[in-house]
Every structure is written in C-alpha cells, then in structure tokens.
C-alpha cells in the first residue's frame, strides 16, 4: 500500500498518501471471541436519550466537514464509557484473544515529530504537506513513539495507534460497539443545548484548564498550560454533566458511521447511523494537538474522518453498548 497523508495538525492523516511504498503483511482474518468475563460495564454510565441540536451554524466551523447546518435529532437511550478504553484495558483484549493490530501488520505508524529523539527524527519519512508526521517503523499501540519507547508508565492513558478496525475488534470481544456520530455528540455535550464544549462556551472558565489541548505556536512550541505533552490520564479534567472524560482534546475518537458532508445522507432525524457505504470512518473530539491557530476542531460539533486502517498517535476510541 502506498503511504499517502490528509491534512493537519490534529485531524486525520491517512495510511495511503505520500511517504514510500509499505506493503502490509499479509495475516488471515483473526476471529474475535466475546469474552464475558472482560464487558467493562462497570466503567459506563446511562445515557437517557432524546432530541437534542446537533451541528453548528457557527462561523469558526468547518463548512467543508458538514458541520451545519443545525438540525434536530433523536437518540434512543445507551450506555457509554466514561473515558476512552485505555492501554491496559487493550493490553487485555490482546492477551485473551492474540489479537494483532493493524499497525502492527504494516509494520509502522504516525508519530508527532517533537516525541522522537534527533538521532531517530533524521531517519524517518516525513509527511509531504505535514512535516510533523513521520511515518515511524516499529510504533505501535505497546510501543508509541516506536522502539525503545513503552506504555509501561501509561497504563492509563487512551491506547492509541488502533484502526477503526482495531477498535471494531475490541468492541466485539468487550460485548460492546462503537458510537454512532449523533450518539457521540449528543453524550458529549453532557445535557447543554448548543454550547462549544462540553462545558460551556467558554475555553478555559475561571482561567481553569478542561481538556487537553496544544497552547503555544503549532507546531514549534507547546507551553504545556494544561501539564500535558502527548495523552493525559483518561480520567483527567472535569467531567461533562452526563460524567464523561475527556469528550474534547487529548485523543480523536474513532465512531461508527461512514463520513459524508451532506446531513441528507446520514440516515435521518431519528437514530442516524450513517450513510451505507463510504471511504472514510467519522472521527469525533479533537486532541492533544488541537490548537485554535490550525485546528480547533476541539468543539463538540466539529467532525472529520479517515480511512478505517489508519492509525496514529492521537487516535482511540470509546465504546457503547444498547440498554
């Protein structure tokens, strides 16, 4: 396969557009077994549902991402994670199951420029249009910035280097599935009608920090304002109204429906679950390398996407499950 990238800072860069020639190893499909033992439902939290405002019609939105316009739509009641599954809870998904990740099959992954060590940094394969991407050998969801690197003291961090195939496999192991794009958005807005955040309209209320974001000039110097370079805990900043972690900034997350701009094609008012087909998986939230001068796709109603055996370093996932 042929590595070429997308677009910017935080949002998605796809396994298919410049870099050089990777071809995947070739592995028979794995056969994923639920194990009952390993449902994780004591981390979710009920999400009761209704209608609610979704989209922006606000000028600082992308146009282009099929933000808006607002419409009115309906969920039925779910449960959800209260933070994105973390590398220890990966770490035993891989350990029942033998599970091989798709990084993992190509042999390589994206990491942000700044985490690598200069003697490394000279020998990797930059991003075309991003130069702060490289395609790093051996960087994978165990080993982050590539060898020598380890999860070992971020056991509670979002895995990240997951495919939205990745994550389709550890929802069906967990007895679980990934959010559709309106249940997403409707538990990260935590019961407010139309604010930015999850929070409120305001960045930073009382000068506090609530999610994990790049400050400083992208992509020369992070200041770090909100003590974090790379993921934060899972559980870290305030919760939404509805108890979840972390639905802006820190990592992008993966949900279910194809991606399409136009809302005429993504199945309705009630319960939406997508288009049928597509190219490119919704991905929601925002991350650690959002920031306002680039990519402030941070707010609740900002929407991107990327191929489903894409992978980077601020990518996961959280799961749901039906009630």
């Given amino acids: 396969m042929k590595n070429e990238q997308k677009m910017s800072c935080c949002s998605s860069i796809k396994r298919g557009e410049t870099l050089q020639d990777k071809e995947p190893i070739t592995q028979p499909t794995q056969e994923i077994t639920t194990s009952t033992e390993a449902q994780f439902k004591d981390k979710m939290v009920y999400i009761p549902g209704g209608e609610f405002l979704m989209g922006t019609n606000e ?5 282009a991402d099929g933000e808006g316009p607002v419409r009115k739509v309906k969920v039925d009641p779910f449960l959800i994670d209260r933070y994105a599954v973390t590398n220890a809870e990966f770490k035993q998904f891989v350990q029942a199951t033998g599970y091989v990740t798709e990084s993992e099959k190509f042999g390589w992954s994206f990491v942000f420029y700044s985490f690598l060590p200069p003697q490394i940094l000279g020998q990797v394969n930059r991003v075309v249009s991003t130069p702060w ?14 060898p020598g690197s380890t999860i070992d003291d971020r056991m509670n961090h979002p895995v990240v280097h997951v495919t939205w195939n990745d ?36 960045l930073t ?31 870290s900043f305030p919760e939404n109204g509805y108890g979840l972690y972390n639905m802006s900034g820190n990592v992008w997350e993966w949900c279910s429906d194809w991606f399409n701009r136009s809302i005429h094609n993504r ?17 929601r939230g925002g991350s650690y390398l959002c920031h306002v001068s680039y990519c402030n796709r941070y707010r609740v109603a900002a929407r991107t996407s990327n191929t489903p055996d894409s992978s980077s370093g601020h990518l996961g996932f959280r799961c749901v499950a039906d009630v």
Avoid at 267 to 282: D, F, H, L
């Fill in 267 to 283: 199945g309705g008012r009630t319960n939406p679950g997508g288009p049928s087909t597509g190219e490119t998986r919704i991905m």
């Fill in 133 to 146: 991407w490289c395609g790093v050998n051996g960087a994978f969801w165990y080993q982050p910035e590539g």
């Fill in 205 to 235: 209320p009382n000068g506090e920090h609530y999610c994990n974001i790049w400050q400083g000039k992208f992509p020369e110097r992070n200041t770090l304002e909100d003590g974090f370079n790379g993921t934060a805990p899972a559980k």
């Fill in 59 to 63: 000028k600082e939105g992308f146009p």
């Fill in 167 to 202: 994550a389709q496999a550890f929802c069906k192991w967990a007895g679980k599935r990934l959010p559709t794009e309106a249940e997403w958005e409707y538990a990260a807005r935590g019961g407010l009608e139309q604010k930015r955040y999850p929070w409120g309209d305001e």
